[in-house]
């Protein structure tokens, strides 16, 4: 696949500074399109953009924005300024609290739920706009198991990472016809940074059967155009992280496609 002709001009990675995002950033850069990247910390995003301009000699801006500020998407946008975005990637959205819903104060869900449903739709809406209207594009929103049903201890990341599933679905059979591919990409274990810091907090060793951040990468991207999910681990007609396979979830959405065409007799839904 040509990454740079399909997803070109440029790629946003929000949540880019380490891990799967910085796999992503490495490896869109090695494809020839230049990136913003985006995650709170300054330093490791100039180190790996100064990384990425050495290893690929493609352009590379940092801006170090918090996600979950109500104001982020104002913040990116503003960051991408002119540069013309034919790639987003939300992969920023761990629960970095492991807590009871009645544990923490509500500021804490309501932070997680900012930058996991209100910035990924603001910034969704933006870019996949732009995208439409050039005819070309991907969107690729990091997912996880936890988005097929609520689980003990991680109430609103389950609901946000619901959210991003059904979006990702309804926005793959709405912006099919225009060229724009849109992919979910649930993951389970993951070796990253982050989960490498939570295992140690609670005093558990990392699992010995962790998915690499590289390969997750280089999935997700070759996985773009045959979305709308990605279930880790799973073949598109396996279904062991839910009832239904990724195929199946995808039969249903062209079924319902199907028989609203016939409904309403016209060509409204692409
Ligand atoms: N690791 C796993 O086992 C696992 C399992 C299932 C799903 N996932 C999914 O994979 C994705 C990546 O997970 P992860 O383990 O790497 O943890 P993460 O906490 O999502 O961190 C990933 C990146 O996002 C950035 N980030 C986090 N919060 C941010 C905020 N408020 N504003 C801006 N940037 C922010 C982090 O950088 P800064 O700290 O510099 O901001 C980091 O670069 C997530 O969507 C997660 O749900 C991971």
Redesign the pocket.
Known sequence: MDVAARYGPWAVI?????????AFARQIAAHGVPSVL????AA?LEALADEIRVESGVACVTAA????AADATEQVIAAVADRPVGLYIS????D?NGNGFLDLDVSAWVDLVQ?NVMTVLKCTHHFAGAMRARGRGGIIL????ACYGGLAMMGPYCGS?AFNLCLAEALWAELRPFGVDVLTLV????D?P??RRYMAEKGMPLPAD?AAADDVARVGLARLPHGPIKNWGEDDDEARMTSQSAAQRRERIVAIERMTKQMIGQDAVG
Do not use: H, M, Q, Y
């Open positions: 929000a949540g880019a500074s380490e891990g799967t995002g910085r985006v995650a709170r910390r490791p924005i918090d996600l979950a992969n920023a959205g761990g970095p930058r990091v997912n996880s198991g990472k993951l389970g274990k993951t990253t982050e989960f962790c």
